[in-house]
């Protein structure tokens, strides 16, 4: 069964500060992963995604994640954050034609 | 193209009525997904179309909820009757499922609120 772990509800950074959220993965099958932002009153919008090649991917906004097979992890990162990073981030792993979503990871960027 | 358009943006009912959300997926997209998403409960998948034929409603809360695909470009989510714990934010997103690839592209979403 595939199911995503984000282990922290809340991360809280200053401004230009580096951030990683993180996520862990469980599949029986291949592995497709995803991270989703959303902001205040949005849908949720696709940051970046693992579908196969390099495990280090990059996204939007400056975010990349690395695809960590051994620990079954799908951290996301940035070297320096924004205000606008201000948001909630959802790792997700592919299932049977869907998604499973995990519970979300508040963003707090500090001025 | 103009991505995913729900409608409304905002509904606000009374216990007992019944609600009807829209949602129109991206052209040439094959699969439609409903989200709820609560404080309490986070993102919950309710169910899910390929193709226009349910696949999977095991998140449907219950027999008030009901969802229709009748053609490949609209969808709708029923609550009847409504009840204030079904007040939340309802999500639609539609993908094009190729393979392994299942890139979901979500709606503006609608905030329902059931007094």
């Known amino acids: 069964a595939q199911s995503v772990t984000q282990l922290d509800s809340q991360v809280p950074v200053f401004e230009e500060a580096p951030v990683e959220l993180r996520c862990n993965y469980s599949?029986?099958?291949?592995?497709?992963l995803f991270w989703y932002v959303q902001y205040p009153n949005q849908g949720l919008q696709l940051l970046l995604k693992?579908?196969?090649?390099?495990?280090l991917v990059k996204g939007i906004n400056g975010f990349e994640a690395e695809f960590n097979k051994s620990q079954t992890s799908f951290h996301l990162r940035k070297p320096s954050v924004h205000i606008s990073d201000t948001a909630e981030y959802f790792c997700?792993?592919?299932?049977?034609?869907?998604?499973?979503f995990g519970t979300g990871t508040r963003l707090t960027v500090i001025p | 193209d103009a991505g995913v358009i729900q409608s409304p943006r905002h509904e606000v009912t009374e216990m007992g009525q019944e609600v009807t959300l829209r949602c129109k997926p991206i052209s040439g997209h094959n699969s439609l997904f409903w989200y709820r998403q609560t404080m309490m409960r986070g993102l919950e998948l309710l169910i899910y179309?390929?193709?226009?034929?349910?696949?999977?409603d095991s998140g449907m809360p219950e027999d008030r909820f009901s969802a229709k695909m009748p053609n490949a470009s609209f969808s709708t989510l029923k609550i009847q009757p409504s009840e204030p714990r079904d007040s939340a934010v309802y999500f639609c997103?539609?993908?094009?499922?190729?393979?392994?690839?299942?890139?979901?592209?979500f709606g503006a979403g609608t905030r329902l609120s059931v007094l």
């Open positions: 997700a792993v592919v299932g049977a034609n869907n998604l499973f």
């Open positions: 599949s029986s099958v291949s592995v497709y």
């Open positions: 693992y579908l196969s090649g390099s495990t």
């Open positions: 997103a539609s993908s094009l499922i190729q393979g392994a690839s299942n890139i979901q592209y």
């Open positions: 179309f390929n193709n226009n034929v349910p696949i999977d």
